[in-house]
Structure formats: C-alpha cells, structure tokens
C-alpha cells in the first residue's frame, strides 16, 4: 500500500527564515516523490518531483530512500511562500501509479 | 492553455439528492484522479482511471458513489444518495502515464478549480 505522512498540519516562520516541510512515505518498491502547492484561490499545482532534481522558486527536496523521506527544504522563506503545501507518492509497479497525497501542510510566512 | 475543467464550481443540495459533478480532462491525457479534500482529511484518492477504464476505486463509498468516464473527454462523480459529511471540494486531475513493461512513469497531474460541495 501507498502511503503519505506530513506531521505538520501547520508551519509558521518568519520571512527570511528557513523552512522545512517534511514528508514520509511508505511503499515497497521504488517510488515516484511529488510536492504540490496550492496558493490562495488558485489550482493545485506542482512544484516539483523527485526525478527532476530541480529548485523550484527556491525550493528542493532529496529523496531519501533509507529514511523514507522526502523533505522540502527552502533556505530563505518568502511572504509570497504561504500556501498549503502536499506531498504526494506514485507507485511505478503496474498498476500502482495512482496518486497519493498526504494530508498537506498549511505554511504561512509572517512579514 | 490546456486546463481540467469541472462542472458545476459550487452545489448545495438537500440530503437524500443525487449529485452528479463533471470533469472536462485535458486532451491527450490518459489518466484521470478523483479526489475529495477536507480540513481533517486533505486530499483522499476516490478513484482512477487509465484509458477510460477503472484502476482504481477503493477509497469511494460503494454503496453510494458512482465514478465514470463515458468518452474520454467526460468523468463524471456521482452521489447517490448525498449525505451532510459529503460536503467537500471534489477535486478531478488528468495527467499521462508513460508504461513501460511492468514500470509505470507518471508526469504531472493538473487539477481542476474543483466543486465544493454542501449537503444540508
């Protein structure tokens, strides 16, 4: 079975700080990892996934097999960073590549 | 630029009504997600569709919710009858999954604005 864990339903930071929003998973075999965004009114959307080992706005995320991790990191938080924030897992078995998403973790970033 | 759209954007019904929402997935796309969030549960995986056909539907309430695609460019939801903790935003997402052998590749998943539901 697939499975997503943020701990933290809410994160507060000051702008400037940094910011880590982690994300546990569980799956038995060799995962796809996503972070999603969804901004204020707007679509949800991706912000990035573990293949593409990019930064997004400032933001990465390192997959961490031996943990089961996949944190996302931003080293200096922006106002315009708040919004809820989903990690989410496809399976790549056939027949598993559904998406699972965590419960979210709603950051705000205060001036 | 391509977009999910769904149909309608807000529905308040009366408990015991058949609700029937819709999703315009994006051209091309082979799969489609179903999802409901709420506040205690964020975003729980109803039903998924590869090639028009049911993958799977295990976290929808049979006996009530009704999930399918009649051509590839309609998915419907369907709650019959609706209850009071139906209420929700349902959201619909399409994405591709690139097969290869027994290995699956899924790329993005677009949402939709989603329809925000209230059963009184």
């Known amino acids: 079975a697939q499975r997503v864990t943020q701990p933290e339903k809410l994160l507060s930071v000051f702008k400037g700080a940094p910011v880590e929003l982690k994300c546990n998973y569980s799956y038995s075999g060799s995962p796809e990892l996503f972070w999603y965004v969804q901004y204020s009114r707007q679509r949800l959307q991706l912000l990035l996934r573990?293949?593409s080992r990019e930064s997004i706005k400032g933001f990465t995320a390192d997959l961490n097999k031996g943990e089961t991790s996949f944190h996302l990191k931003k080293p200096f938080a922006q106002e315009e960073d708040s919004a809820m924030y989903y990690c989410?897992?496809?399976?790549?078995?056939?027949?598993?590549?559904?998406?699972?998403f965590g419960k979210g973790t709603k950051l705000t970033v205060n001036p | 630029d391509a977009r999910v759209t769904q149909t309608p954007r807000h529905k308040v019904t009366e408990m015991g009504q058949e609700v029937t929402m819709r999703c315009q997935p994006i051209l091309g796309h082979n799969t489609v997600f179903w999802y409901r969030q709420t506040m205690m549960q964020g975003l729980e995986l109803l039903a998924y569709?590869?090639?028009?056909?049911?993958?799977?539907d295990s976290g929808m309430p049979k006996d009530r919710f009704s999930a399918e695609m009649p051509d590839a460019t309609l998915a419907t939801l369907k709650i019959q009858p609706s209850e009071p903790r139906d209420s929700a935003v349902y959201f619909c997402a399409s994405g591709l999954v690139f097969l290869y052998r027994q290995t699956g590749t899924n790329t993005e998943a677009f949402f939709g604005q989603g329809t925000r539901l209230t059963v009184v």
């Open positions: 989410a897992l496809s399976g790549t078995q056939g027949g598993s590549e559904k998406l699972v």
């Open positions: 573990h293949i």
């Open positions: 569709f590869r090639n028009r056909a049911p993958l799977d």
